[in-house]
């Protein structure tokens, strides 16, 4: 997996103001056009407590002279209230970066395709009367949520 670092975190903005006067050395990642890249997410250290771990989603920014890929989770203060946290994000970095780490590719269970009509490899899921593999995917899903970090969303 590649190296990342943490370049800062923003709180969430209530204004267009707060919005447009959040930067990182002069960047604001809102004042450009981002948008979502078609790649599996990395997963960091949770920058509020290392032992635990966050996906970052990974975006792409580009003005008329470079472009550049950077990942962002938020977070909110606690699970009731995604209203207030933070924002934090992350850039690619080198080995020679000061703090820089090893993001992780997120553990993924499941492989099924996200509609019924698209080209892929994958299967759809359909009902089996019969299903020889019943206990381990139990036992997985058992496995998953337990090792899951809950967080409320929408209130729910």
Same mark, same amino acid.
């Given at each position: 997996?590649?190296? #990342?670092?943490?370049?800062? &975190?923003?709180?969430? +903005?209530?204004?267009?103001?707060?919005?447009? +006067? /959040? =930067?990182?050395?002069?960047?604001?990642?809102?004042?450009?056009?981002?948008? /979502?890249?078609?790649?599996?997410?990395?997963?960091?250290?949770?920058?509020?407590?290392?032992? &635990?771990?966050?996906?970052?989603?990974?975006?792409?920014?580009?003005?008329? =002279?470079?472009?550049? &890929?950077?990942?962002?989770?938020?977070?909110?203060?606690?699970?009731?209230?995604?209203?207030?946290?933070?924002? *934090?994000?992350?850039?690619?970095?080198?080995? =020679?970066?000061?703090?820089?780490? !090893? +993001?992780?590719?997120? &553990?993924?269970?499941? *492989? #099924?395709?996200?509609?019924?009509? !698209?080209?892929?490899?994958?299967?759809?899921?359909?009902?089996?009367?019969?299903? +020889?593999?019943?206990?381990?995917?139990?036992?997985?899903?058992?496995?998953?949520?337990?090792?899951?970090?809950? =967080?409320?969303?929408?209130? *729910?």
């Amino acid at each position: 997996m590649a190296l #990342w670092r943490l370049i800062g &975190k923003v709180r969430e +903005a209530k204004t267009r103001e707060e919005l447009g +006067a /959040q =930067s990182f050395d002069g960047w604001n990642p809102w004042r450009d056009g981002m948008f /979502q890249l078609r790649e599996p997410d990395i997963v960091v250290p949770d920058p509020r407590d290392p032992s &635990k771990r966050c996906h970052a989603h990974i975006y792409e920014v580009s003005r008329a =002279s470079w472009v550049t &890929k950077f990942a962002s989770l938020f977070l909110p203060d606690n699970s009731n209230d995604r209203a207030n946290g933070f924002w *934090y994000f992350y850039v690619p970095a080198t080995v =020679s970066t000061d703090d820089s780490f !090893e +993001a992780d590719a997120p &553990k993924v269970e499941g *492989y #099924w395709r996200r509609t019924p009509d !698209e080209d892929s490899e994958l299967p759809w899921p359909a009902p089996a009367n019969e299903w +020889a593999d019943r206990e381990m995917f139990l036992a997985s899903l058992d496995r998953a949520e337990a090792e899951a970090v809950k =967080s409320a969303f929408r209130g *729910y």
